[in-house]
């Protein structure tokens, strides 16, 4: 009796493991991936030095070998979204380097699974450097040394990336040349008049506008979109999201929750009114005025079809 | 009579619209996401609201006596969002594993990415692949899909991939962030584009704050009978980056 219980409890050890194996054998290799900060804006005089720290987190399920490198870009979109060429070079990529003692540049390094490190960025300014802004996004890319010979198919990698936003400058806050441009109402929603818009005052809105820096320096779009009956009166005020406009590109202006200022006039909002936005930031002014009417258009149209078909 | 209300209602509604009387002032100013509370309505100083964020507002000269003294001003992550948050992203799968390919028959695999912004403005995904499917310690590959003949595909726009008499490799993407337009349904495939030839291409994306925004990514690929039998391999990256 006793043997046979040493026997069922040996096969149910067995099977146990086996399905323990089995389980541990199909489960699917991961990557998470973290960075802290997502953005760096550094305003620094020539002939200075300063160091920035990164996060990276290992949110993967098992170890990972990481490396990680700093690629210049440009501005890809009125979104803010940078072009990268991991393939883009440039002479200034030398002012970077990382002050980690195991941790450099285009150098395996491993994190654990769970795990976080710091790369601490260092930023030197040469005191000749050219003044003017630098664009780079240092990119930490999971790094494998070959693929299993018995994989079919592809290997994936991940890439995760913080954006530096540099502006050498003798100025703290560098003098920009910032333009609002083309402020409007939604497409197809408007009447234009000679320099009247003509808006239906039942219908929601959406206005949008962008945001040109023709300077050499980053500006920023610290402001406030604003309807007005008349300067005293404002009868809509929304803050205009804070961005950053890299130097000659253009952004788009929005709030933060869309790339777009909603608004929905009232019924008894009838007559001319002002759509306006104000930016005021450290280093940039800007300001444009578009004017509009409300009127009740769809009523209107109601009221003189139900006149017709009389 | 109809004629005349025609061209009365017009001139009325006109000459109300024009000299209508001035709105009354606007002492509660709100907005879909925020409620602004402003000592004066002119730009300056202020704390808004909603019930995801808190916004500080800062409008003014700051930081000059700081870089008089150091010689540098840092601003590190967004200055509208606390508490700062890192950019996270995940690939659920490292290993997409075709097994025996069969001609003629495709062949499928997926994996899920996703993204969480944490403070940024926005991100991209992008996808780039070193090499096509290649058989290993050889150069013979499976080429990267056209798609159907009647609807060719490229590196940046998707198109129908149903014919099993079509080979190649490509890869089709579906659920948040994905440009839905492109990706119209799950027939619509685009081959990845080439490391040192092509730039990467985006396969998500979205202007404002992402919280764990996922799309599943589906590779396809189909040979013919003439492919030379081999395990065939290949790299492809994927580059998440913020927008700044």
């Not at chain 1, 560098?174 to 083309?182: A, E, G, N, V």
């Not at chain 1, 040109?212 to 009868?235: L, S």
């Not at chain 2, 089709?172 to 349904?185: L, S």
């Not at chain 2, 030379?228 to 998440?240: D, E, L, P, R, S």
Request: proline residues 6%; charged residues 15%; hydrophobic residues 40%.
């Amino acid at each position: 009796m006793k043997k046979i219980s040493l026997i069922i409890l040996a096969i149910i050890i067995s099977l146990y493991s086996l399905l323990y194996i089995h389980v541990k054998n199909v489960q699917a290799i991961n990557i998470g991936l973290g960075i802290h900060p997502a953005l760096v804006k550094v305003v620094i005089r020539p002939g200075k030095n300063i160091t920035q720290v990164i996060k990276i987190d290992n949110r993967s399920t098992d170890n990972k070998t990481l490396v990680a490198r700093l690629v210049p870009f440009t501005s890809a979109d009125d979104f803010g979204n940078p072009n990268i060429d991991p393939r883009t070079t440039a002479p200034w990529l030398e002012y970077f380097s990382l002050a980690n003692s195991k941790i450099q540049f285009d150098q395996p390094f491993e994190l654990k699974a769970g795990q976080s490190d710091q790369l601490i960025l260092s930023i030197s300014i040469p005191a000749e450097a050219p003044l003017g802004d630098l664009y780079a996004t240092l990119l930490v890319t999971s790094y494998a040394t070959g693929i299993d010979n018995q994989l079919q198919g592809s290997a994936l990698s991940a890439t995760i990336g913080s954006n530096l936003l540099i502006s050498v400058s003798t100025q703290g806050a560098p003098s920009t040349i910032l333009k609002i441009t083309d402020l409007l109402p939604e497409e197809g929603k408007y009447l234009k008049i000679g320099d009247y818009y003509f808006l239906d005052n039942i219908t929601p809105l959406y206005f949008t506008a962008l945001a040109k820096n023709e300077g050499e320096f980053t500006a920023e779009t610290k402001g406030v979109f604003r309807i007005e009956r008349n300067e005293q009166n404002p009868i809509e005020l929304q803050s205009v999201l804070p961005q950053y406009v890299l130097a000659k590109s253009q952004r788009r202006l929005g709030t933060i929750s869309d790339s777009k200022f909603f608004f929905t006039p009232g019924f008894s909002m009838i007559g001319p009114h002002a759509v306006r936005i104000d930016i005021r930031s450290e280093n940039s002014n800007a300001s444009t005025k578009i004017d509009v009417i409300f009127f009740p258009g769809k009523i209107l149209i109601g009221i003189i079809a139900a006149i017709i078909s009389k | 009579m109809k004629l005349q209300y025609l061209i009365l209602f017009p001139i009325l509604v006109f000459i109300f619209t024009i000299f209508a009387p001035n709105t009354s002032d606007a002492d509660f100013l709100f907005s879909p996401s925020f409620n602004i509370n402003f000592s004066t309505v002119n730009i300056g100083g202020g704390q808004l609201s909603s019930p995801s964020f808190g916004l500080g507002v800062t409008i003014g000269q700051t930081a000059q006596g700081q870089f008089g003294e150091t010689g540098f001003i840092v601003k590190a992550g967004f200055q509208y969002i606390h508490p700062l948050d890192s950019f996270t992203f995940t690939i659920s799968n490292l290993d997409i594993n075709f097994g025996s390919l069969v001609p003629g028959t495709p062949s499928t695999g997926t994996t899920i990415l996703s993204v969480t912004t944490g403070s940024a403005f926005g991100y991209a995904v992008k996808t780039i692949a070193d090499h096509p499917l290649r058989i290993i310690n050889g150069v013979t590959t499976i080429p990267n899909t056209t798609c159907d003949l009647a609807t060719p595909c490229t590196i940046t726009d998707a198109a129908v991939w149903a014919d099993n008499a079509r080979y190649g490799f490509g890869y089709n993407m579906a659920g948040d962030d994905v440009d839905t337009a492109d990706f119209v349904n799950s027939t619509y495939f685009r081959p990845f584009p080439m490391q040192g030839v092509d730039t990467p291409a985006i396969v998500m994306s979205r202007p404002g704050v992402a919280t764990d925004s996922s799309a599943t990514s589906t590779y396809k690929v189909n040979v013919s009978g003439a492919q030379a039998a081999g395990t065939y391999q290949n790299n492809i990256q994927y580059i998440a980056i913020p927008a700044f």
